[in-house]
């Protein structure tokens, strides 16, 4: 049964009353001042978040980073703007029989920004360097389904010849996987398999990316990067079809308030990310004709660093989960329609069925904590919640605080807010006690949600492990039954949701974005919340 919420420490009420004069002092600086920076004018302003952690698509792992890079690369294939996969520098591909080996074509005359053609070696040599340890890239995991893949990613295999991706001509890629994966050639849309111009990598190093020196191959190229200001892509003319939009300026701001009030303002034209729009203010403007949402794959959870006490008890993380009141929080804090979520895994996929996972149960969570050697909370060591600072996180850290302090008598978490680049590299590091995280699924299967937490994953970043779990999921890739297959993936789910509990689910989130449909064409919802921007036009425009 739902129950009302718990004391506020800084709750969505305050926030709601004092919206209105900050609205109107927020909207007062950007006229009287001259507002966002005009010094950069473009076809189409939009925000995108936060200010991005790198361009580099072989490290980038947040959604607003992949957003812009998949703008700038694009891989053997891409997404349209209904989310489908179509082809990208690859015009297409042939299957043998047994799922295992794809041959893919490229398209003829393909370039590089500075001329260069783009050819299957530059595909292999991208590849190699994701998969390289020195590279530590989070997502290397994404190409171990190559024969091989996996052992030279994690430095068993040293010799690269023998992973399974070859070019024999400077048109054809032939890759190898080692079982069948449905899935694959959405993989090859994901920024991470993006080629990367490597003479300019070799030339420049880390500053490669920086405007003046980054060579792509995507959609647009990056012509200007004002830390903290904006960011302006223009179309690349060297790409293999003209693009509506010419040119894009990104604006980035941790602050959903000031989001909403460049939009309001009519100095952005579109908001990108659900974080980006003020909770408190979802339920009024959730009507107008600006206002777009739907359900996608992402879900938001805590995650226990499993190597610190108390967190290295499961009675105490399941304490925890146990005693959120998950309804409390969509109903008063996000406010979108999100749902409650006891599981990882979101509504959605085809042919699977998640398990019951740890509802909300205060007489057994006060139980266990109490088994745990915390009856009534009496004590809990001192402990620090990490939340990024965006959307509407401080709002849910703080509730998740005071929820855990009514009910289980936990005065000892205290709160930990980062800006979102040292936010990542902290939860990386898993360097924290327990951490607000959301996931957002990167092709749609469930895997993309359960194999991340695989003993040492490059985003498992719980420093949990449990070798039945990794053997299920082996077993579970080499299982050609898709019903056999989703059962495996069921019951490892309920390992990492319900028995061991190295994480604890809140929300199914619901994209939402801002823009006037008079304004903002080819941006089209999907469940994978994939938008991009070659695929935007402004209407009443030659599309």
């Known amino acids: 049964m739902h129950r009302s919420a718990a004391p506020r420490l800084s709750g969505s009420l305050v926030v709601a009353a004092g919206l209105a004069a900050a609205l109107a002092l927020f909207l007062a600086f950007f006229y009287f001042f001259g507002g966002w920076r005009e010094s950069a004018s ?8 936060d200010e991005p952690q790198s361009l580099d698509p072989a490290v980038v792992t947040g959604q607003l980073e992949g957003r812009i890079c998949l703008a700038l690369f694009e891989g053997l294939t891409t997404r349209n703007a209904k989310g489908d996969i179509i082809p ?9 029989p047994d799922g295992l080996t794809y041959t893919f074509h490229l398209r003829p005359g393909i370039k590089w920004s500075n001329g260069d053609p783009v050819t299957a070696y530059d595909f292999l040599n991208s590849w190699e360097r994701v998969l390289n340890p020195a590279t530590a890239s989070e997502y290397a995991y994404q190409l171990y389904y190559l024969v091989n893949g996996e052992a030279y990613g994690t430095g068993k295999l040293k010799d690269f010849s023998q992973v399974g991706v070859k070019a024999p001509d400077d048109h054809t890629l032939v890759v190898t996987l080692v079982h069948p994966t449905a899935y694959f050639l959405e993989l090859t849309s994901f920024q991470t398999l993006c080629p990367v111009h490597l003479p300019t990598v070799k030339k420049y190093g880390n500053d490669w990316t920086k405007p003046g020196k980054m060579v792509s191959n995507g959609p647009y190229v990056l012509k200007q990067w004002r830390l903290n200001d904006y960011i ?5 003319p060297y790409y293999w079809r003209p693009v509506p939009v010419h040119r894009i ?5 941790n ?10 303002s009519r100095k952005t034209d579109l908001i990108l990310d659900t974080r980006s729009i003020p909770s408190a203010l979802v339920l009024d403007i959730k009507n107008k004709p600006y206002f777009h949402a739907n359900p996608f794959g992402a879900t938001s959870f805590i ?20 005693a959120i009141d998950k309804q409390d929080i969509v109903t008063k804090i996000t406010r979108g329609g999100e749902s409650i979520a006891n599981t990882l895994v979101p509504p959605g996929n085809k042919g699977y069925t998640p398990p019951q996972g740890l509802s909300y149960n205060l007489t057994e969570a006060r139980r266990l904590l109490a088994e745990a050697g915390y009856p009534g909370g009496k004590g809990f060591p001192d402990v620090k919640l990490l939340y990024a600072k965006r959307g509407s996180g401080e709002e849910v850290a703080a509730e998740l605080q005071a ?17 979102w680049k040292v936010y990542l590299n902290t939860q990386e590091l898993i360097d924290f006690d327990l951490c607000m995280s959301a996931w957002i699924g990167d092709y749609n299967d469930p895997q993309t949600f359960i194999d991340m937490f695989v003993t040492d994953g490059g985003n498992n970043d719980t420093g949990w492990s449990d070798p039945q779990y990794d053997q299920m999921l082996a077993t579970s890739e080499n299982t050609a039954d898709p019903a056999k297959r989703m059962q495996i993936l069921h019951d490892m789910e309920k390992i990492l949701c319900e028995d061991q509990a190295p994480i604890a689910p809140v929300y199914f989130w ?9 304004k903002v064409g080819g941006f089209e919802p999907n469940f994978v919340d994939d938008h991009r921007w070659g695929e935007l036009y402004i209407p009443n425009k030659t599309k």
């Open 42 to 49: 473009a076809d189409l302003t939009l925000c995108n978040g």
């Open 88 to 96: 990208g520098m690859a015009e297409s591909w042939d299957q043998t």
């Open 232 to 236: 302006i892509v223009e179309a690349n």
């Open 249 to 253: 300026k990104v604006l980035p701001t």
């Open 255 to 264: 602050s959903a308030t000031a989001c909403f009030n460049l939009f309001y």
């Open 303 to 322: 995650r226990f660093n499993v190597k610190r006490k108390p967190f290295d008890d499961v009675r105490v993380r399941k304490a925890l989960a146990m």
């Open 403 to 419: 929820l855990w302090q009514r009910d289980l008598g936990i005065t000892s978490i205290g709160l930990r807010a980062q800006e």
């Open 510 to 518: 619901v994209g939402m974005s801002l823009y006037y449909p008079d």
